[in-house]
C-alpha cells in the first residue's frame, strides 16, 4: 500500500515551516507520500492516510490557524493515524524541562485526546531577531530568552523515522 501522508504546520517567522519540511523529507525517503502544506493551504484531509500537524507555539498556545485545523478537521483526524508537535523552546537541553514540563496546549489537549494521537512531540525553536517585528523585539529585550537555532535535528529526524517505520515496519528493517 502506498500511504499518502499530509504533513501539515502553522508558523509565524519560518522554524516551524522547516521542521515540517524535514519530517516530510524523512517519511519521503521511507518511501511514503508526502504533501507538506501550512494549515491555511489545506481544503480537505480524505485524501490522506495519515496526518503529521505542527504548530510554534508562543506564551503555551498553538498558533490561531493551527488550531483552527484541529478542531474544523477533528472528527476526520480521528479516522486516521495522526501526529502532533509543537516547536518553540529555547535553550540547550530537554524542551520540555525548558518549559517546566508543558508538553502541549492544554486547550487542544481534548481533540488530541479524541483523535488518539499516536505522539506528541515538543521540538526545540529558534529565534532570528531579523525576522522579528519591533514589537517581537521589545519582547525578547525584556524577557531576555537564548536567541539563536536551538532545533535538535537529530530529534526530529528520530521522530519522523518512528513515524514512518509506525506505517510501514519494513523500514526498521
Given at each position: 500500500?502506498?500511504?499518502?501522508?499530509?504533513?501539515?504546520?502553522?508558523?509565524?517567522?519560518?522554524?516551524?515551516?522547516?521542521?515540517?519540511?524535514k519530517?516530510?523529507?524523512?517519511?519521503?525517503?521511507?518511501?511514503?507520500?508526502?504533501?507538506?502544506?501550512?494549515?491555511?493551504?489545506?481544503?480537505d484531509?480524505?485524501?490522506?492516510?495519515?496526518?503529521?500537524?505542527?504548530?510554534?507555539?508562543?506564551?503555551?498556545?498553538?498558533?490561531?490557524e493551527?488550531?483552527?485545523?484541529?478542531?474544523?478537521?477533528?472528527?476526520?483526524?480521528a479516522?486516521?493515524?495522526?501526529?502532533?508537535?509543537?516547536?518553540?523552546?529555547?535553550?540547550?537541553?530537554?524542551?520540555?524541562?525548558?518549559?517546566?514540563?508543558?508538553?502541549?496546549?492544554?486547550?487542544?489537549?481534548?481533540?488530541?485526546?479524541?483523535?488518539?494521537?499516536?505522539?506528541?512531540?515538543?521540538?526545540?525553536?529558534?529565534?532570528?531577531?531579523?525576522?522579528l517585528?519591533?514589537?517581537?523585539?521589545?519582547?525578547?529585550?525584556?524577557?531576555?530568552?537564548?536567541?539563536?537555532?536551538f532545533?535538535?535535528?537529530?530529534?526530529?529526524?528520530?521522530?519522523?523515522?518512528?513515524?514512518?517505520?509506525?506505517l510501514?515496519?519494513e523500514v526498521?528493517?
Amino acid at each position: 500500500m502506498t500511504y499518502r501522508i499530509l504533513v501539515a504546520y502553522a508558523s509565524k517567522h519560518g522554524s516551524t515551516i522547516e521542521i515540517a519540511q524535514k519530517i516530510g523529507e524523512v517519511l519521503t525517503e521511507a518511501g511514503l507520500q508526502v504533501n507538506v502544506l501550512p494549515v491555511e493551504k489545506v481544503t480537505d484531509v480524505t485524501p490522506f492516510d495519515a496526518v503529521v500537524l505542527g504548530s510554534a507555539v508562543y506564551a503555551g498556545s498553538w498558533r490561531k490557524e493551527a488550531v483552527t485545523f484541529l478542531e474544523e478537521y477533528k472528527t476526520l483526524l480521528a479516522k486516521v493515524p495522526v501526529w502532533l508537535f509543537s516547536s518553540g523552546p529555547m535553550g540547550k537541553g530537554d524542551p520540555v524541562t525548558l518549559v517546566q514540563g508543558w508538553h502541549f496546549p492544554s486547550a487542544q489537549q481534548s481533540i488530541a485526546d479524541r483523535i488518539h494521537a499516536r505522539d506528541i512531540a515538543l521540538f526545540h525553536g529558534a529565534i532570528d531577531m531579523k525576522k522579528l517585528n519591533y514589537v517581537e523585539r521589545q519582547i525578547v529585550k525584556e524577557f531576555q530568552p537564548d536567541v539563536g537555532d536551538f532545533r535538535d535535528w537529530e530529534a526530529i529526524t528520530n521522530w519522523a523515522i518512528s513515524i514512518a517505520v509506525s506505517l510501514r515496519p519494513e523500514v526498521a528493517e
